[in-house]
């Protein structure tokens, strides 16, 4: 079984950083795709950033291009989410999933696990 851990969330005012990790353990981390989705209140799951198994190709929303930065690290079986520049509209769960596959993908249907999110405030 494969599990997603995400931790670094918090309250951070608007300008400020945060990093996420999402250690995952139970799978074949290095040759999956990662993504990071967000989830705001009243709203559906959206895309925020993905990367290939090994690197190499990332795809990120419009919305946090320039800000955001995704990485892994595939010999602690991690991928990090950076974020810069937070703004309030940046406030929700985020979400770290699992890849079906090698390459990135915008979809929630291409990635079969998922974790349990961690919340992210920004205060303006």
């Known amino acids: 079984q494969v599990q997603l851990v995400e931790s670094g969330g918090g309250l951070v005012q608007a300008g400020g950083s945060l990093r996420l990790s999402c250690a995952v353990s139970?799978?074949?981390?290095?040759?999956?795709?990662m993504g990071w989705f967000r989830q705001a209140p009243g709203k559906e799951r959206e895309f925020v950033q993905s990367i290939s198994w090994s690197g190499g190709s990332t795809d990120y929303a419009d919305s946090v291009k320039g800000r955001f930065t995704i990485s892994r690290d595939n010999a602690k079986n991690t991928v990090y989410l950076q974020m810069n520049s937070l703004k309030p509209e940046d406030a929700a769960v985020y979400y770290c999933?699992?890849?079906?596959?090698?390459?990135?993908?915008?979809?929630?249907?291409?990635?079969?696990?998922w974790g349990q999110g961690t919340q992210v405030t920004v205060s303006s």
């Open positions: 139970g799978g074949t981390f290095s040759s999956r795709a």
């Open positions: 999933a699992n890849g079906r596959g090698i390459r990135i993908s915008r979809f929630t249907y291409d990635y079969d696990y």
